[in-house]
Each structure stands twice: as C-alpha cells, then as structure tokens.
C-alpha cells in the first residue's frame, strides 16, 4: 500500500480522494463509520479564515502569513463548492457582538480585513429578534452552511470512485498495525495513542448541539455566531435552528474525549434558543462531537519530527470544516511532491516536541 490514511473525516477523505486521483494505492481507516466524528457532529459552520480573529491572526503571525491563511481558505470555500453540491450552500456569516467590548473586537477585526483587501460588512441596523439582544455585526459574505455529514460522506464517495479503499469500523491501536510506505494521521481530536507526542499538543474538546423541531419563521438566513464562537446557531432549510456552543460554561468538563451530552451544557442551549425565539421549541435532536485544540489555536499539519514516513492534519480548534479540506490537500500534494508554501503555517515542530 502506497499510503494509509486513519480518519474518515473531511481531512483524512479529502487526503484520499487527491492521492487516488493521482494514481496511488490508497487505504482509509476509519474507527466507525464515515463522517462519524467531529466532521459529522458538527453546526455546520463553513467559514474562512482559522479560530483567531483576523487581526489577532496578524499580530500572531504577522500580516502577510496571516493574509496567506485567509487566502487559503477563501479559496477552498470555493473548493468546497465545488466539490459538496447540495450539502453546501453559500449564505454568508454574521459574527455578533454580545456587548461593546466585543463591539470593538469586532470593529478591530473589520479594520484588519478592510485594509488587507477581505470583504466583510459591520451592521449596526440588527433585525428581530438580534435587535436589543447584540451590539452590532460584521457581516462575511463569502461563508456559508454546511450539511456537514452528507458533505464529507459525498466527498468520501468520490475517493471510493478515484480507488481508495475505504475500511469503516476499523478501529487501530497503533501505527504499526498499518503496511503503508507513508501514513496520514487525520483524527483532530481523536488521536488518544497513536501518537503520544501529538497526545501532548492536541487537547480533545466536546462541542455540544442541538436541533429544534421545524420552527416556521424564517429567522436566521445564515451562521450566526456571538460571545468568540461561545454562541453560534443557523436555522437549516427545513426550519429547524441548530444552535450550540457554552462550552465556557464547563470549561474543565469540556475538555474530553467523551461523546456525550451533559443536563448543563444542554440546558444553556435550551435556554439561549427559547430566549431568541421567544418561544421554547421542541428539541428533536441532541449530540456532541470531539475537536482537538492547540496552544496558538491554529492546526497542525505536515510530517511528523523523527517520524520520516508519518503525516498529520489534527488540531483545528474548532474551524475543522474548510480547514479540514484544506489541510488534507495539502498533505496530499505534499506526499506527491507537490509542497504548498501554506504547509509552513501550520508545521507540527513549533509545538510537537521530537
């Protein structure tokens, strides 16, 4: 075998589809089935740029890096487009402010994007039911709204039609259990024993959801997102709102690698819902997924130190869904020789010790 690739999320099926596509003899393993981990449980959030903020982004890594990034993923919300159908739809995103002092960190950032050349719109005119409740918005309009589990099941699809070989509820143990000339690790947050060096840098963390029944007005036209991503919901085509976050709420619990919903986290989210809505809907649905975190908040992704024939993309604190696009084709293009100068942005050595 050519490559194994271990994760069946949208990093380790984007990493597959590319690599079968250029001809190499590729297998995916995935512990239970595709799109089953975070790439599935996720709000559906399909946004640009990485989980800081754009001109904190320029103070961490300098304005031209981080205009790279945000360039990055600009084009791979295209990329997604191109490639999920009609599990993506292009919507725009709102960032709220929560009160004036996030008033002026979304202010800041708007100046940031405005003089490097990004779109983004502020808004201080909000509609019912934000009005009174938010402090103003930037408006992005080049986002949109994933259906996340039947976007990377159709991307996963297309690796199969390329001749990867995918193998679901094939759970490992360890990397030595793989015959592969180069192994691809892309399980974000689930990559407890694999690596234990990369256990070190990447802390799993639970995300919490939940989706209402269909709620007939139409409210919310796009990703709505307040308090640093703490608050984030959309209303879905069919009219449910899927809203999740208050993981601040829990800090210490919600950094675990258990998937399962807990009467605190839940409560928040019924109680945030029902108080935008001015109703308490039924709730149909409740899950929860597991990201990984890194310390700068950016991913890691690239070959592994001391590890000549080992890959990984993991760690994207919480902005898996274009990111994890991104990052898997560009590990692809890495191991067919084809090294993108992006790949320098996130190289696990400046947080994984050898």
Do not use: K
Request: proline share 5%; aromatic share 6%.
């Amino acid at each position: 075998m050519d490559v194994a690739v271990v994760g069946g999320g949208v990093t380790g099926c984007a990493c597959a589809h590319l690599l079968a596509q250029a001809g190499l003899r590729v297998r995916l393993h995935e512990a239970r089935q595709i799109a089953g981990g975070a790439s599935g449980r996720n709000g559906g959030f399909a946004l640009r740029g990485g989980a800081p903020a754009y001109d904190a982004a320029r103070e961490q890594l300098g304005a031209e890096r981080a205009a790279t990034l945000w360039r990055l993923t600009e084009r791979y919300l295209e990329r997604l487009a191109e490639l999920a159908g009609d599990a993506f739809r292009r919507t725009g995103s709102l960032r709220l402010a929560a009160d004036s002092s996030e008033r002026d960190e979304l202010e800041a950032e708007y100046d940031a994007l405005s003089e490097d050349g990004f779109a983004a719109e502020l808004r201080d005119e909000l509609p019912a039911p934000l009005a009174g409740r938010f402090a103003g918005a930037m408006f992005q309009p080049g986002d949109g709204s994933l259906q996340p589990a039947r976007w990377v099941r159709r991307l996963a699809e297309r690796a199969a039609e390329a001749g990867a070989e995918l193998r679901e509820h094939e759970r490992l143990d360890s990397l030595d259990e793989l015959d592969a000339d180069q192994v691809v690790v892309a399980t974000d947050g689930y990559t407890a024993g694999l690596l234990p060096e990369l256990d070190a840098a990447v802390t799993p963390t639970r995300g919490q959801v939940i989706a209402t029944e269909p709620v007939e007005r139409r409210l919310f036209s796009c990703p709505h997102y307040a308090r640093h991503g703490y608050e984030y919901w959309q209303q879905a085509p069919d009219g449910r709102v899927v809203a999740g976050g208050f993981r601040d709420r829990a800090m210490d619990e919600e950094q675990t690698a258990e998937e399962e919903t807990t009467p605190l986290i839940q409560g928040h989210l019924e109680r945030f819902v029902a108080g935008l809505l001015g109703e308490q809907p039924a709730v149909a649905y409740r899950w929860s997924g597991i990201f990984g975190t890194t310390e700068d908040r950016l991913p890691l992704v690239g070959r592994m130190p001391e590890h000549e024939n080992v890959w990984v993309s993991v760690g994207y604190s919480g902005h898996g869904n274009v990111m994890g696009l991104a990052c898997g084709e560009l590990v692809a293009r890495a191991i067919l020789g084809d090294a993108r100068p992006e790949l320098e942005l996130f190289e696990p050595a400046r947080l994984v010790s050898a």
